[in-house]
T-cell receptor
Framework: DTGVSQNPRHKITKRGQNVTFRCDPI?????LYWYRQTLGQGPEFLTY????????KSRLLSDRFSAERPKGSFSTLEIQRTEQGDSAMYLC??????????FGSGTRLTVV | AQSVTQLDSQVPVFEEAPVELRCNYS??????LFWYVQYPNQGLQLLLK??????LVKGINGFEAEFNKSQTSFHLRKPSVHISDTAEYFC???????????????FGQGTILTVHP
């Protein structure tokens, strides 16, 4: 297993466009988390899944953001009508019983 | 809800000197505590974690941390730092949900450790 994989590593988009990121967790992990990290800040929780069920979503998350985890495997995070304030690093992590968090390398989004 | 305060935003230190990065947390329930390191343009790497048991936790790369419940602190220490330790360090807390399943993490603002030759 190569750990948590995130694609793309970098994404530059124009304001108003939609973007989608993908996260492939460690295969045995049943929990998957999305975090957002802006410059000079710690990661901020966005949402998490246990298997295919989305169990919690941050109140800070605008309705332009949606996440899915079909079949409890990979997950996608979509941002609609991007704004400059969405520019950040989007981190994915997975965890399973007896195993701690493993983070991916992140997707850096720049909205111009 | 939990919150984390990292008391120093930047810590400069000379190579081979000891270092302490301070972390305080707030929670109304029992917690698990973590320290992560982040190198530029990379994800987070776990240094160490406290779940239960001994309050002195040893991690990778010679780091250790001590859980102090009465002071709600989890300070990170290293007796002798190297240039390669230059990075950003994050303290994080999770509600202790039972067993070894982890809930969401709440992170501090981070401490940038710069090791000078």
């Amino acid at each position: 297993d190569t750990g948590v994989s995130q694609n793309p590593r970098h994404k530059i988009t124009k304001r108003g466009q939609n973007v989608t990121f993908r996260c492939d967790p460690i295969s045995e992990h049943n929990r998957l988390y999305w975090y957002r990290q802006t410059l000079g800040q710690g990661p901020e929780f966005l949402t998490y899944f246990q298997n295919e069920a989305q169990l919690e979503k941050s109140r800070l998350l605008s309705d332009r953001f949606s996440a899915e985890r079909p079949k409890g495997s990979f997950s996608t995070l979509e941002i609609q009508r991007t704004e400059q304030g969405d520019s950040a690093m989007y981190l994915c992590a997975s965890s399973g019983k007896g195993d701690g968090y493993t983070f991916g390398s992140g997707t850096r989004l720049t909205v111009v | 809800a939990q919150s984390v305060t990292q008391l120093d935003s930047q810590v400069p230190v000379f190579e081979e000197a000891p270092v302490e990065l301070r972390c305080n947390y707030s929670s109304s329930v029992s917690v698990y505590l973590f320290w992560y390191v982040q190198y530029p343009n990379q994800g987070l790497q776990l240094l160490l974690k406290y779940l239960s048991g001994s309050t002195l936790v040893k991690g990778i790369n010679g780091f250790e941390a001590e859980f102090n419940k009465s002071q709600t602190s989890f300070h990170l220490r290293k007796p002798s730092v190297h240039i390669s330790d230059t990075a950003e360090y994050f303290c994080a807390v999770s509600a202790a949900v039972g067993g070894t399943s982890y809930g969401k993490l709440t992170f501090g603002q981070g401490t940038i450790l710069t090791v000078h030759p």
